[in-house]
């Protein structure tokens, strides 16, 4: 099993900057790719950006592309993301997600693909 906690969440003002991260326990040498996904009140969660493990390929939505980086640091096994230029659309409660079963890098926008998930961080962008 992998465990995953999230940190980084909080209340900051449009146009600001947040550095999320997320911690990884467990067998995480079983981890082929992570994700980042956001859940907005009364929204579906949704696919931000994912980056494969070992090879550090990323994949974004494109509204997030530019704005967001996400990275890992493989000895640490931390993921990050950081997000600059956040906008009131970006409150969500922002999660990580481990896929350990090498699913594919054009599978990393489904959730489906995912087979551990964090517990969650609120992100709070006020106008």
């Known amino acids: 099993q992998v465990q995953l906690v999230e940190s980084g969440g909080g209340l900051v003002q449009a146009g600001g900057s947040l550095r999320l991260s997320c911690a990884a326990s467990g067998r995480t040498f079983d981890i082929s790719a992570m994700g980042w996904f956001r859940q907005a009140p009364e929204k579906e969660r949704e696919f931000v950006a994912a980056i494969t493990w070992r090879g550090g390929r990323t994949y974004y939505t494109d509204p997030e592309k530019g704005r967001f980086i996400i990275s890992r640091d493989n000895a640490k096994n931390t993921l990050s993301l950081q997000m600059n230029s956040l906008k009131p659309e970006d409150t969500a409660v922002y999660y990580c997600?481990?896929?350990?079963?090498?699913?594919?890098?054009?599978?990393?926008?489904?959730?489906?693909?995912?087979?551990?998930w964090g517990q969650g961080t609120q992100v709070t962008v006020s106008s």
């Open positions: 997600a481990a896929d350990v079963h090498s699913s594919g890098y054009y599978s990393l926008g489904v959730i489906s693909t995912y087979d551990y």
